[in-house]
């Protein structure tokens, strides 16, 4: 490897950082909401707030997801990662079909459990790498709270605008669960850069 490579996987570490850190500008005051309004449940657990919580959470979740989609596009073009059009149009969220011999752009939103899954996969990618994450029974329990979230937001039975102790309890465990899961990935990443730049130091 020579020396311009090494600067390059600098260069890449280093632009790491600087968008998860402009990112989190948008995200994290929005997981702000999520503790203040988990706050005010608990010293008042009215319907008033356990819905707010629930919203104000998913809310943050999708925030965060969002930004590790744009966060790869960037990635990507200085890692010199290719995305597959499949791929594009999940970072994009955006779709081309053609009707009537013309070509025309479409929203195209994958399923939560699946947003998730390629939102971190993606973002991987665009560093250059693979990451693990436990997808088990708090995911689970992050993806039901979403079940919730769609329930309050379209209710089509009076009941559906409820929210009882036990999605609240799913809530803290998925919320719980996708912290430590994002965060995770972006150390994975930045493990990776630190991991290829020794190697390279010990080889020359």
Known sequence: MKKSEAKHLRDKAAELYKLVRLSGLTYLPLHSDVDYAVQQWRSDPSQ????????CLCAAVEATLFAFRKMAEKMAVLSRIQFDSDEIEILTEKRIVKKGGD?????????????IKESFRLFAKAAGTTVIVDYGDDYLNLCKTFE????????????????NEDDMKAAGRGIIWFNTAYVG????????????VEQFKKRN
Do not use: Y
Request: with cysteine; net charge positive.
């Open 48 to 55: 008033f707030w356990s819905r707010t919580s629930i919203r």
């Open 103 to 115: 070509q025309m752009t479409r929203p195209k939103f994958l399923p939560f459990q699946d947003s």
């Open 148 to 163: 919730v979230r769609n329930r309050l937001m379209h209710p089509k039975k009076p009941f559906d605008v409820e929210v």
């Open 185 to 196: 990935v972006i150390d994975q990443c930045h493990a990776h850069f630190g991991k290829n």
